[in-house]
């Protein structure tokens, strides 16, 4: 039974604002996406209104939850000051599971005195280190960098799981192969899709492919909360984060949520390139995470017929940036057609060539990233 966008007004026609009035009637909601019963929408109110209308957000959750055919809700609250007002006083932590803190919360800093925005991490259960693979720019081949260095550590022995946090572009689906739903457990928590030995789970098992994911920033930061927190990822040693390119909405909210024990950043050689790489790791550091090092993505172009080698987008430059600000520089990886072609195909170069260059490469940058979390892993 698929539940239809009727079938959610009708829901949240019952549900009461702070005045008093039908929510559907209240001016305040987006426009509900439902697609095989998966509901996301947003509740758009004035941050000076923020702390009431959090209850009423979680009220709406619930109900939408419990609509037959509802398999996954994300609703966020989106707090904005008016122009020309005062801040707001920031709402209530969201609970653990499916909730978010209006915008506020995260695009102003705390006043002084308060809270640090950090005091809400809480480790995932299970979960002995969560890292983030990020790009301060897309393009730069960041998804396929997550998933193979996964399997590279899968490979040295460790129990991974990969989340795809891109939201707005989510590639695990199409360089997995996963065409498969995610079920429920009977605690309603997603049970993750498992595949070459890896838990894995992406906001791409929840939409069609060429979806338009066009969220607002709290709702961003509401889908990535659940994705951590709404999934039962089980025991793992190392939950390895495909994060969405730039330093938004998305990064803040991880690092928010949980206690990243590192970041490895991906870049290719060239300046451009190498100038949003320092904004993300710059990033990262600002809210006390730290770097495990920059990987040197398309370092080189390797002939698959003759094997001559080109510096394409010149070569060299992420390791002497990862030397010049004291961080790790933990491998160069070529633009080779073996690996393009075992993205594309849903077969990833690890898994496909294991005894291949190309997999030895991962494999390397998996060491030198396992090395640094030991401490962590070994701890839990």
Known sequence: MSVTEQQVLECLAKVMSPRGTALTNANVLSAITVTDGKVFFSINVDAAEARAWENVRAQAETAVRALPGVSVAMIALTAERKAGGAA?????????????????????????????????QAEIPGISAVIAVASGKGGVGKSTTALNLALGLRDLGLRVGLLDADIYGPSVPRLTGIREKPQLNDDKKMIPLNRFGLAIMSIGFLVEEDTAMIWRGPMVMSAITQMLRDVAWGTLDVLVVDMPPGTGDAQLTLAQNVPLKGAVIVSTPQDLSLIDARRGLAMFQKVNVPVLGIVENMSYFQCPHCGTRSDIFGHGGARHEAERLGVPFLGEIPLHMAIRAASDSGNPVVESEPDGPHAAIYRAIGAKVREQLEGAIAAA
């Open 88 to 120: 707001a006083a920031p709402p209530p932590p969201p609970r653990p599971a499916g909730g978010v803190a209006p915008a506020s919360a995260h695009r102003h800093p705390h006043p002084p005195g308060a809270a640090s925005p950090m005091a809400r």
